[in-house]
């Protein structure tokens, strides 16, 4: 089992900064797909980003790329997401999740862990 808890969130001005944090425990996720996603009121869950075990690529919403960064800390059972240039459609609760069976990386249904949430609000 393994359990995921968020920081870093907060309320931002747009064109602010922010960096999630996404802290394991339980058991090293070395070897897990980790991923943010986000959820406006009234949205579904979107993907945000990913990075795979093996290798450390990294994929991104396309309409963020460029903004947001995803990063992975092994040794700390952490990953990061930089979130930078904010804006107030980035407002929503983010979520981390891990994958243990390398699914399809931008699909919720391939995570079998998720985070609590954190709240990003960002005000224009």
């Known amino acids: 089992q393994v359990q995921l808890v968020e920081s870093g969130g907060g309320l931002v001005q747009a064109g602010g900064s922010l960096r999630l944090s996404c802290a394991a425990s339980?058991?090293?996720?070395?070897?897990?797909?980790l991923g943010w996603f986000r959820q406006a009121p009234g949205k579904d869950r979107e993907f945000v980003a990913a990075t795979r075990w093996s290798g450390g690529s990294t994929f991104y919403r396309s309409s963020l790329q460029g903004r947001f960064t995803i990063s992975r800390d092994n040794a700390k059972n952490t990953v990061y997401l930089q979130m930078n240039d904010l804006k107030p459609e980035d407002t929503a609760v983010y979520y981390c999740?891990?994958?243990?069976?390398?699914?399809?990386?931008?699909?919720?249904?391939?995570?079998?862990?998720w985070g609590q949430g954190t709240q990003v609000t960002v005000s224009s």
């Open positions: 339980g058991r090293s996720f070395s070897s897990y797909n």
């Open positions: 999740a891990a994958d243990p069976n390398s699914g399809v990386y931008y699909s919720t249904g391939a995570y079998a862990y």
